[in-house]
């Protein structure tokens, strides 16, 4: 089955610093990769997507590739601000329409930006 | 605006109780789920469906049931209440493969 593993947090960041957070996966088929996060007491919200090998899904200075041979898809973002704090999620849907297009995500990692 | 709208936003049952959360969205969408999420245990999908009429069981299916009558509605019932099931749920649309999902804002139930 398919399986999403990412980096437990808290991680704690002062301001302007670098943020990554290592996502890696497991997958039967050839999935798409997304990235969600979830601010304090909303919903999730999809920050980025990339849907094959090599593609960088990019959005709000966030980055992530796509990396097949290391079955990762690692999120970064050079200057983090206060307004970055939130929970941060990597997911995987499989590509072929009989599965379902179901999530699967990994664990969450909790990010914190101080001032 | 259009999007994913859940109600209720909060929700206090009692053991045994049943109650059905509503989702809807505007979009059009061809894929909706169900999922709940629970500290340390990340979002788990209950139930999901690829279009009218066509619902099937994800990861923790046990003590809820589904339907989909309409491309609009995926409202999730729960059958008899029980304090395991206090969570936050989330209801979420997609329109494809790969396309990703839009959440809605969440029901926070609690269940004493």
Redesign the interface.
Known sequence: GNSVTQMEGPVTLSEEAFLTINCTYTATGYP?L?W?VQYPG?????LL?A?KADDKGSNKGFEATYRKETTSFHLEKGSVQVSDSAVY?CAL?????A??????????TRVLVKP | NAG?TQTPKFQVLKTGQSMTLQCAQDMNHE?M?W?RQDP????R?IH?S?GAGIT?Q?EVPNGYNVSRSTTEDFPLRLLSAAPSQTSVY?C?S?S???????????TRLTVV
């Not at chain 1, 909303?42 to 999809?46: D, K, Y």
Request: charged share 15%.
């Open positions: 798409s997304f969600y909303e919903g999730l919200q999809l997507k849907t999620f849907s499989d590509l072929i329409k599965a379902g297009n179901k999530l699967t995500f990994g664990g969450g | 994913v894929y789920s999922y340390g245990m990340g979002l999908l999901y690829v099937d994800g989330f979420a997609s494809g493969t790969g396309r990703g999902y839009t959440f809605g804002s969440g």
